[in-house]
């Protein structure tokens, strides 16, 4: 095995092209998991936290570009009122110890349909940002999973950074698990509301073989909000509208069983997950009025 | 390869690094230090806890070779020469160690705590100890322990 650990991303591109069948490595909440339990066995591994530029975040476009190798617990201190939705999963990763290495470019290279950073991504229709000595391109984090574990980057590619919108509205994330810390999601769930253009953002996680939206539950939440005049009246949710929309949230998945739950658990589990969090980010918004 | 890192304050070199290998297997194999624990070997039980360039984290999570050039304090660096370190003198006196396995873990999990927050509520040390797993439950003795701590730094 190679350790290779450029300092810059220039360096870290060039091996990625040379060495295309490399392990990237940052907060090795992942990686070294697989390596110590002889899981994996990578001819190359290359590690990413020498370089500055991933370790940053900033303000570009009216988004926020968040490099790969930000850690949750910098999400959690330093862009919480941004990305609220985001922030609130990356509180439920882990531990201390494991917020302050793992990182949401891992977590979007790992791509398990159980990574806690997806739903709130795809809420908030975040753009992955991902580079190669060919050059850079932006694929809708909606399109970047593409199977269970896999992701759209090419062989050559690593994670540059990802883009998110400043949140426009309340976020929720829900996240059912065995205890409140160090676990695993039996299945998840983030909203985003957009109320500048009437729109609902939703996210499902490990209820599917990949991070999925809840697009047609979302646009139905938005329309039927849209419908009765709620965005501007901010009046209160109707029950049987978050009812439905917990429904149609639940007919997005496509969940299986397996030893952390039931797929009728997950299921069952997300209709409550997305009728609460619909609830909970309503009153957010007519409290903000 | 050979990797040089700053431990516990001095400069120290460990030779014949596997580039797969984690800081903790080279740690305790290598550079002598056998106190931060080997369990999970997946961040789970938080006993391989180490300070990497001041922040709390599972050594066994970290390459080798990404600690190189960095700073590591374990809980062999924590103690003042034979003085005990305030939180580990407070697990001491307040039985917080029973078959000690989880102790060096716990030990710089609170020490971190303690230095961010030095009068922390008890869900806020439920919260700052949750990935430190002790299987002799002795959950209420660290408790005890950490409030005894918080309040003789204070």
């Known amino acids: 095995m190679d350790f290779l650990a450029p300092t810059t991303w220039a360096d870290a591109l060039a091996a990625k092209a040379e060495h295309p069948d490399a392990v990237p490595v940052a907060g090795g909440t992942d990686v070294m998991v697989e390596l110590n339990f002889d899981h994996r066995r990578p001819s190359v591994l290359l590690d990413l936290t020498r370089i500055p530029e991933l370790r940053a975040w900033d303000r570009a476009d009216g988004r926020i570009r968040l490099g790969a190798g930000v850690t949750y617990a910098r999400v959690i201190d330093e862009l919480a009122a941004e990305l609220p939705g985001l922030a609130m999963a990356a509180r439920t990763v882990g531990s201390p110890q494991i917020r302050n290495r793992g990182t949401v470019g891992g977590n979007l290279g790992a791509a398990s349909p159980a990574g806690d950073s997806h739903p709130p991504l795809l809420a908030s229709g975040a753009v992955v940002e991902l580079a190669s000595v060919r050059g850079t391109r932006e694929v809708p984090v909606a399109e970047f999973y593409t199977g269970v574990k896999r992701n759209a980057c090419a062989p050559d590619e690593l994670i540059a950074a990802v883009h998110v919108t400043p949140a426009g509205g309340p976020q929720q994330f829900c996240k059912i698990g065995t205890r409140n810390a160090m676990v695993i999601s039996v299945t998840a769930f983030g909203l985003a509301l957009h109320p500048a253009r009437k729109a609902v953002g939703a996210g499902i996680g490990s209820a599917a073989p990949t991070p999925r939206r809840a697009e047609a539950a979302a646009g139905y939440l938005a329309g039927e909000l849209d419908a009765a005049g709620l965005w501007d009246s901010r009046g209160a949710l109707p029950e049987g509208l978050a009812v439905e929309f917990g429904r149609r949230v639940r007919d997005a998945a496509a969940p299986i069983d397996d030893v952390r739950g039931s797929a009728a658990y997950r299921l069952h589990a997300l209709s409550v997950m997305a009728r609460r969090a619909a609830t909970w980010a309503w009153d957010d918004y007519r409290r903000a009025a | ?154």
Request: aromatic fraction near 4%; charged fraction near 25%.
């Open chain 2, 1 to 154: 390869m050979r990797i040089e890192l700053t431990v516990n304050g001095t400069t120290r070199e460990a030779d014949d690094v596997w580039e797969g290998e984690s800081l903790l297997y080279a740690l305790r194999e290598r550079l002598g230090l056998p106190g931060s624990k080997n369990a999970c070997e997946q961040g789970e039980c938080g006993s391989c806890t180490v300070y990497l360039d001041g922040l709390p984290v599972c050594s066994c999570l970290v390459a080798a070779g990404q600690a190189a050039g960095r700073e590591v304090r374990t809980v062999e660096g924590l103690a003042e020469g034979d003085e005990l370190h305030p939180v580990q003198q407070a697990f001491v006196d307040r039985g917080a160690v029973q078959c000690g396995f989880c102790t060096p873990g716990l030990v710089v999990t609170t020490h971190d705590l303690l230095e961010r927050n030095p009068a922390p509520s008890d869900p806020e040390i439920r919260e700052a100890l949750a990935g430190n797993l002790c299987r002799c439950t002795g959950y209420e003795k660290i408790m005890d322990a950490v409030r005894e701590a918080a309040g003789a730094q204070r």
